[in-house]
């Protein structure tokens, strides 16, 4: 008897055809990339934004704090702190060029080449702080005349300056330490030194600035005081912790005999990174500069905007500063396409981070308007200012990971200064100028348009990074 054909019977609904089998391994190794890739940068960059948060809240204490006192003294101590962030910006310049060096050189292996790299910006810190110490010391009036023509502002000022001038020998060095730590893989440390130096700072603005705790009621002179002590232990501590176990030493020999090829390297790579900050740092300035011949509720209210895009871009800034430290340790390796995936993952990961810190600065706009208790202009002032801090934010997340970040690892530092002096010399502080004191605009048209530059600079940005000229070793092999 024949066989029977057999009938067909259709697969489980449930069992998936060979191409959905592909499609979904192909998601599962992704994600599990991505995993992998999340928690190596964000063992990085927490630690950093972390860090950033502290200074943040350690360079903002005052002004805070000095906001119970009056406006005038909130203003006048914002403006003040101008200088210390043009200080430190030049400081950025070495702690970037540094990091460029010790970045790869670490990835490398070479501890000795670190140690070199170490000890001769030492000297190039301590000799920054001095400049600053002397200048913020000795004509703190004529430093503050620039920044504002109201003689009030001028006068608390520069009592300030002239107090917390002691702070700028500290911070220097310290700062050097800090950098040294997160580029060999002691971020977590260098937190935790911030962190402590924050809660010292706040703790004695608190007894200092109200006269808590029995001790004089000192106002703008306690915040000055509480600053430099706090910067002191900063330093103290963050030298003690630098040198443990097996990470580089500062060498007295090494900064009496500085590796002269060493040197040449770090101002190849860094000459542009400082033009860099220093074009974008007095450009900033000179926002600031234009706010402050608004008057004083134009002052206040940009104040504590800024303290608000601060104190939440730090994230942001975590990125860029990992971005940087991870693309140069995979450059330093030679492992060129490594170091391409990396740059590309991270640029998704920013402008999703960009779209938040932007939606976060909205979400708190009610809390800060309520908080900062200015005059009912300057509320006004305050309440559309950050909403144009958002989209600033948003914008400046992925300029950041570029432009101070991506492209000085690889030695690319160059792009990132012409970016920032055609935007914002030729364009937006032109702009700034015709628009408060020629044409006299509004203070919040003049705001918004101040507020540009992230933005323009955010498409040259992208479209450099994807030449890819970034990908280059730097170290000497």
Not at 29 to 51: E, G, K, S
Not at 158 to 178: E, H, N, P, T
Not at 363 to 385: D, F
């Amino acid at each position: 008897m024949a066989d029977l054909p057999r009938p067909h019977v259709p697969a489980p609904f449930f069992v998936p055809a060979a191409p959905t089998f592909r499609l979904m391994e192909a998601i599962l190794r992704a994600v599990a990339t991505w995993h992998d890739f999340l928690r190596q940068t964000m063992t990085l960059a927490l630690p950093i934004a972390f860090q950033q948060l502290m200074l943040a809240l350690s360079s903002c204490a005052d002004t805070l704090m000095l906001a119970g006192v009056g406006q005038d003294e909130l203003s006048a101590v914002s403006l003040a702190t101008q200088f210390q962030f043009i200080f430190s910006l030049c400081l950025a310049a070495l702690t970037l060029g540094m990091s460029i060096l010790v970045a790869q050189y670490w990835g490398a292996g070479n501890k000795e080449a670190v140690e070199k790299v170490l000890a001769f910006i030492m000297l190039y810190a301590g000799g920054l702080s001095l400049l600053f110490f002397a200048a913020t010391l000795l004509l703190p009036d004529s430093l503050m005349s620039i920044m504002t023509n109201d003689a009030t502002l001028v006068a608390l000022g520069a009592q300030y300056l002239r107090i917390s001038s002691v702070s700028y020998l500290f911070i220097g060095l310290s700062q050097i330490y800090l950098c040294l730590m997160k580029n060999v893989g002691a971020a977590t440390i260098g937190m935790t030194v911030s962190t402590v130096g924050v809660i010292v700072h706040v703790a004695l603005n608190a007894m200092l600035i109200y006269g808590w705790l029995g001790l004089p009621e000192l106002g703008i002179f306690g915040a000055a005081i509480s600053t430099v002590i706090s910067r002191a232990i900063e330093l103290i501590w963050s030298a003690a912790v630098a040198s443990r176990n097996d990470r580089p030493r500062l060498r007295l020999r090494m900064m009496l005999h500085p590796d002269v090829m060493l040197q040449r390297d770090f101002w190849h790579y860094s000459l542009p990174v400082l033009g860099n900050e220093l074009v974008w740092g007095c450009g900033f300035t000179m926002y600031t500069v234009i706010m402050g011949h608004l008057g004083a509720d134009a002052v206040a209210a940009n104040s504590i905007a800024n303290i608000v895009k601060d104190l939440l871009v730090c994230l942001s800034l975590g990125l860029g500063n990992a971005g940087g430290i991870l693309v140069g340790n995979l450059l330093g390796r030679n492992a060129f396409e490594e170091a391409r995936i990396m740059g590309d993952r991270l640029c998704r990961l920013v402008a999703l981070v960009g779209v938040g810190t932007g939606l976060l600065i909205v979400a708190v706009r009610p809390l800060a308007l309520r908080w900062a208790g200015l005059t009912p202009q300057a509320t006004h002032y305050l309440s559309v200012m950050l909403l144009i801090c958002a989209y600033y934010a948003a914008c400046g997340c992925l300029t950041n990971l570029t432009i101070a970040g991506i492209f000085p690892a690889g030695g690319d530092a160059k792009f990132g200064l012409v970016c920032d002096a055609i935007v914002m010399w030729a364009i937006v502080v032109p702009i700034g100028l015709l628009s408060a004191f020629v044409i006299k605009l509004p203070v919040l048209a003049v705001y918004a348009l101040l507020n540009t530059d992230e933005c323009i600079k955010m498409i040259p940005a992208l479209i450099h990074y994807r030449k890819y000229r970034w990908i280059n070793n730097v170290t000497r092999q």
